[in-house]
């Protein structure tokens, strides 16, 4: 079965707000069995546009991805967010087919 994945791009405007958000995301993630594969770190944007921060949170599933950004715990954390940040967000299935040779 394919993991689900966030991929998330991101603006912070007030670090304060979004530290409250961080402090209490990870509530959500733990019990949906999210996992950060990126978050933040070095990049360059090759074509089109870009927001400062990426972010990859892997899931066991597509169902779980979308099961976690719908709880009520990480529609608690979005709201300690209080308007700090943009954000553009989708929940995705992965790959789990042949790779090319």
């Not at 995301?25 to 921060?53: D, P």
């Not at 990426?54 to 009520?72: G, K, M, R, T």
Request: charged fraction near 25%; proline fraction near 5%; aromatic fraction near 12%.
């Amino acid at each position: 079965m394919p993991k689900g994945y966030w991929i998330a791009r991101v603006d912070v405007h007030d670090t304060e707000a979004y530290k409250n958000y961080v402090a209490k995301n990870g509530i959500a993630f733990a019990k949906f069995g999210g996992r950060f594969v990126i978050r933040g770190g070095r990049f360059e944007t090759l074509v089109g546009s870009s927001r400062a921060r990426n972010v990859v949170i892997e899931f066991p599933s597509y169902d779980q991805a979308l099961a976690c950004w719908h709880s009520p715990e990480y529609q608690a954390a979005r709201a300690e967010q209080k308007g700090g940040a943009e954000m553009d967000a989708i929940v995705i299935e992965g790959y789990d087919g042949p790779q090319p040779n």
